[in-house]
């Protein structure tokens, strides 16, 4: 591997003007392809293989018409406090709204507020749904100005107006999540380089693989219904892997330039190395969000997938594009004073005083000094370290899971308002109504038997007459449940008509009775998940593992690396459990309402979180396994490891946080979310696990972290990682010229 790569980085430095070409032709044909592709769907849910998605085929089947795509609003209106919304002095103001709606461009339908069923008991609040001739997503600004301009007119009445539905706009307080991000991690690169060479290259080629990557999402949007959120979970991923694998490579180059070799050597060098680790560790990440698939819910493969391919893209980018454009500023990408060191240009008296007192120096840098603080009391800090995350990770055994849904938005939006309203004036379940489906030879009759049964189970408020279906073979029961879709009642109640289904079947005719709505959507969703948990950690563990046992050439390496993992996700699951469930610091992270965790945070935190963690494990030990198989004693290899990579794997961590943080400022629940738990998971894995835990182990273990049983090592392929060859073919062929104390200390 490391040879190969040697190659490929002499090539790419050699040949630097093709290989920045053929990116750059790369990047315009991905956006030419983006710009001519069709918009991006919408995102879709689906659970395919469930009783809710075989409910929801089954209507999209027998009722085509009831199934059609068109975006829908419901319009809750309440009188004044005191009055009648049926009353005389609110009808005209009623009906004038109901008018201007129907007028309103876009529109097909608009039902009736005073229909049986849609007026509340005590007469205060009732409803109409408006339907659209396209998707919600699609409607325009034009459309939705009209209906804020019927609902103010309705309002200037004296009515109070809320809306809810997908055709009712998202106010998205878009924050600059990759301009933030960007924006602190070119601070950080120039404080770890000291050069605005050498901080631009890292931004420059991720910013170039996300445009390569989200070309590529968007190109192929609507071929494989890749939606908006997709490219945005892409694009988070891309950026923060993109920054750090240009940042590996470039911190190499400097290290190899100022150990005398030449420019192109050193560049060959790097790649071979640092490349190494580069495509060990984003095989790792690609390996955890392409697993996902493993989950068999399309949302979630799609986001992995493309995720995975951004992740590919920066690999590539990292040992081909990054080495190129070395070649074009192999001397300025160092720190002026060691420009002039390297090319024998004289100092200024400033900059000799800066030399000399830095050559004097002779005080070990912050990670040769942390490494050792930590071999001496390496008992000490593994404790601090495990019962700091143990603590951090409490939260999670509270963990309450849920899909997002109005009810969860926050108060202020007109779509919360419209959910509290009609749950206070309708009941908690009129907003999650269970679907009932039954499929029979005489379906409405049928239906009529399996209504009448239903209606008898504790928990039901009332059952809608049976809507069949042109053909009368599927019919379709409305159930409004005594408790809200998020209640543990409810799901209780969706497990005892699934459970009763055989025996109502035999006394009504029906043939198949399916249950489907909100709350048995969650428990599919929950099941679904359950029984994905744990063949994907045997996967996506397992082929890591093996990777790494690969790159490592060690058993107990890997495995303290995974049980590392396991610390640093459930801590950071349990900073997601505090801050957006109970609501702590809600203020600071711009919650505006804490509730239940999102279903797929647990499994997509695992995916994601295993890959960045094994990033920081491979850049940052395998400079000790190389420091160890050039002879070094294992306590040595840990120094070396820290005093080459702490800083650079610290800058990293810092970069991919900062990355991360950034999307905590959107609007987008989901997004805020994954940005905020991914944030808390680098910082937990890189400051705690990989900086103190892993070391704290080494120190205890010793020579035994680097133990393989013999047989094994016969039948493992040597991927030379740590660059054994290439310093054998160096040794054989020339030494490296000598250089001055300064150069031998530059990025030590």
Do not use: C
């Not at 070990?364 to 019962?387: E, M």
């Not at 009368?472 to 809200?484: E, K, M, Q, R, Y």
């Not at 702490?646 to 950034?662: L, N, T």
């Not at 994954?674 to 998971?681: D, K, R, V």
């Amino acid at each position: 591997m490391a040879t190969f790569l040697h190659k490929l980085g002499h090539f790419a430095f050699r040949r630097r003007g093709l290989t920045a070409l053929l990116w750059l032709l790369v990047l315009v044909g991905g956006i030419f392809a983006a710009a001519s592709a069709p918009a991006p769907p919408a995102d879709t849910f689906s659970m395919p293989g469930t009783e809710s998605q075989k409910a929801f085929d089954l209507l999209k089947e027998k009722f085509p018409a009831a199934s059609a795509d068109g975006g829908s609003a419901r319009v809750v209106i309440r009188a004044p406090k005191g009055q009648d919304i049926s009353g005389p002095e609110r009808r005209p103001a009623v009906s004038e709204l109901i008018s201007d709606l129907k007028k309103a461009p876009g529109v097909v339908g608009v039902s009736d507020p005073y229909m049986p069923g849609a007026v509340s008991k005590d007469s205060t609040t009732a409803y109409a749904v408006v339907t659209y001739k396209v998707p919600g997503i699609q409607l325009t600004d034009e459309e939705h100005d009209a209906q804020t301009q019927a609902f103010d007119s309705a309002r200037g009445k004296g009515l109070t107006i809320e809306a809810g539905g997908d055709a009712i706009k998202i106010e998205a307080a878009m924050g600059g999540a990759e301009g933030i991000g960007i924006l602190v991690s070119a601070i950080v690169l120039l404080i770890t380089f000291g050069s605005m060479i050498a901080a631009g290259m890292p931004l420059l080629t991720a910013l170039i693989g996300v445009g390569v990557g989200i070309s590529g999402i968007t190109a192929l949007g609507s071929t494989f219904g890749l939606s908006a959120n997709t490219s945005t979970l892409a694009m988070m991923i891309g950026l923060a892997v993109g920054i750090d694998y240009a940042l590996f490579i470039i911190s190499r180059y400097r290290s190899e330039i100022a150990e005398g070799h030449e420019r192109q050597e050193a560049a060959g060098r790097a790649v071979g190395t640092a490349g190494s680790a580069v495509v060990f560790a984003g095989l790792t990440v690609i390996i955890a969000l392409s697993g996902l698939a493993i989950v068999n819910i399309p949302m979630l493969t799609k986001m992995g997938m493309s995720a995975a391919g951004t992740v590919a893209v920066a690999v590539l980018i990292a040992i081909t594009l990054v080495p190129a454009l070395l070649g074009f500023a192999p001397v300025k990408v160092l720190r002026r004073i060691d420009r002039k060191a390297i090319t024998g240009k004289p100092l200024t008296a400033r900059q000799q005083r800066k030399a000399a007192k830095e050559a004097a120096r002779s005080k070990p840098n912050l990670g040769t000094r942390w490494a050792g603080y930590v071999l001496r009391h390496p008992v000490a800090v593994l404790l601090v370290g495990v019962v700091g995350l143990g603590a951090m990770a409490l939260p999670a055994a509270s963990l309450e899971l849920g899909l997002p849904g109005e009810g969860t938005m926050a108060p202020e939006t007109t779509q919360r308002k419209a959910y509290d309203m009609l749950s206070e004036s309708f009941g908690p379940g009129f907003n999650g109504p269970l679907m009932i489906t039954v499929s029979a030879k005489d379906a409405k009759t049928a239906a009529a038997g399996v209504g009448q049964a239903l209606a008898k189970l504790d928990g039901v408020v009332s059952v809608s007459p049976a809507a069949p279906n042109a053909g009368n073979d599927t019919a379709i029961l409305s159930l409004v449940p005594s408790t809200g879709p998020t209640d543990h009642a409810t799901e209780e109640l969706v497990r005892t008509i699934r459970t009763s289904v055989g025996s109502i079947e035999t006394g009504t005719g029906a043939s198949e009775v399916l249950v489907t709505g909100q709350t048995a959507v969650f428990i599919d969703f929950t099941k679904t998940l359950d029984d994905a948990l744990v063949p994907y950690l045997a996967l996506v563990v397992g082929l890591a593992f093996l990777l790494l046992v690969l790159v490592f050439r060690s058993i107990l390496v890997p495995l303290k690396a995974a049980l590392g993992f396991l610390l640093s996700v459930s801590a950071a699951l349990g900073a997601v459990v505090a801050v957006f469930q109970w609501g702590w610091l809600a203020d600071v992270f711009g919650v505006k309402a804490a509730g239940p965790v999102m279903s797929t945070m647990p499994i997509f935190m695992i995916g994601v979180v295993f890959g960045l963690a094994m990033d920081y494990e491979v850049f940052l030990v395998s400079r000790m396994r190389e420091a160890y198989v050039h002879g070094a004693k294992p306590g040595e290899a840990v120094v070396t490891g820290f005093r080459f990579g702490g800083r650079v794997v610290s800058a990293a961590a810092i970069i991919m946080i900062s990355v991360f943080s950034g999307f905590i400022t959107e609007s987008n629940d989901l997004i805020k979310m994954i940005g905020f738990a991914l944030a808390s998971a680098v910082l937990f894995d890189a400051f705690v696990v990989r900086m103190a835990i892993v070391p704290a182990l080494f120190a205890l273990l010793g020579k035994s972290a680097w133990w393989l049983p013999k047989w094994l090592d016969r039948i493992l392929p040597n991927v030379d990682v740590e660059g054994e060859k290439l310093n054998r073919r160096s040794a054989t062929s020339h030494a490296p010229a000598p250089h001055s104390q300064r150069e031998h200390e530059l990025m030590h």
